[in-house]
């Protein structure tokens, strides 16, 4: 075990726990002692992310996705840009998910998230998913109006409860044939969100992250909160489970996130396919390709020819 490893089953969230947000904290001690320290650290787990998804690559059995879902100002982004840092553009796409289009508001509710979903052998993530439909569309809900839905679907007695069935029917089916699913809520309180918001208001370079709406979403933050409660108490599955991050410190959310996916992949069974040729096979491509160099070189201006 690496001597950076961090123990994360505190931030985890087990299976049929009662979910309460306020007895979870936004801010833990810090794991590293410097910010010196906190690069080593990262540069190590991003060092070792990228040797583990070349082998993920390779074996092409597994696929990884990984949700990130907060409050605004939480630090997705710098999550995903920071512990992603080192991994093969190729092997990894990112997907953000913002106000349904027409087109996607004429399907149910996970099928534009769906058509996003990892190949085996790379990793996939989501900014924000198909939770929003349980979390702000819970706190909005007149927004299932332009969803189109039956009536008999809107006015049933067990509507969310059925949303969170259809979630962890499609996870345990995707988890089935392959992919696995990890999912985190960056857990920010309030007062450093308001700060945060004060940076971007402050700092010119920041403007344009800001925007009225995120302010008008401070005024639900407790049936955010209710939401986010009762979403991860219904979805949080051994085989999909949410980690709740404390995120006013983002140098510590970033490791622990990190850690997270390396736990999740060293979990895996993997190991590189056979090679196509033996190795008996290789050693005389070897002699032969040196042997083309050699000739090459003898046959250079300067050579021993000459």
């Known amino acids: 075990m690496s001597k950076s490893h961090i123990d994360v089953a505190p931030f985890r969230i087990e299976p049929r726990t009662k979910v309460d947000l306020g007895a979870r ?7 590293y002692e410097s910010k010196r320290d906190y690069k080593e650290l990262l540069r190590d787990h991003v060092g070792r992310l990228s040797e583990i998804q070349n082998l993920l690559y390779a074996h092409d059995r597994y696929s990884l996705l990984l949700i990130f879902q907060a409050m605004d100002a939480a630090g997705k982004d710098g999550a995903i840009k920071h512990v992603m840092s080192g991994v093969n553009p190729q092997g990894c796409q990112v997907f953000s998910f913002k106000h349904p289009s027409a087109q996607e508001l004429d399907h149910d509710f996970m099928w534009r998230t769906s058509r996003c979903l990892p190949e085996r052998g790379r990793i996939g993530i989501f900014n924000r998913s198909y939770y929003e439909e349980v979390l702000i569309v819970r706190v909005h809900p007149e927004i299932l109006e332009s969803q189109k839905l039956p009536r008999e679907t ?18 345990a089916h995707l988890h089935r044939n392959g992919t696995r699913i990890v999912k985190f809520f960056l857990h920010v309180s309030e007062k450093e969100q308001r700060k945060r918001f004060l940076d971007r208001i402050d700092d010119p370079a920041k403007n344009w992250k800001f925007s009225r709406a995120d302010v008008e ?7 955010y909160m209710r939401a986010y409660e009762a979403c991860m108490t219904a979805t949080s599955t051994s085989h999909a489970p949410w980690y709740a991050i404390p995120a006013d410190d983002k140098k510590n959310a970033r490791l622990i996130v990190s850690q997270v996916i390396l736990d999740t992949l060293d979990g895996l069974h993997m190991s590189y396919p056979e090679p196509l040729v033996s190795a008996d096979e290789l050693q005389a491509i070897r002699r ?15 050579g021993e020819d000459d």
């Open 288 to 302: 032969e390709l040196a042997g083309d160099e050699a000739e090459r070189r003898d046959a250079e201006p300067g």
């Open 217 to 223: 979403e401070r005024r639900y933050w407790k049936k």
């Open 154 to 171: 809107l006015e049933h007695e067990h509507f969310w409860r059925n949303r969170y069935r259809s979630i962890n029917d499609l996870e």
């Open 25 to 31: 904290p936004t801010r833990v001690k810090a794991l």
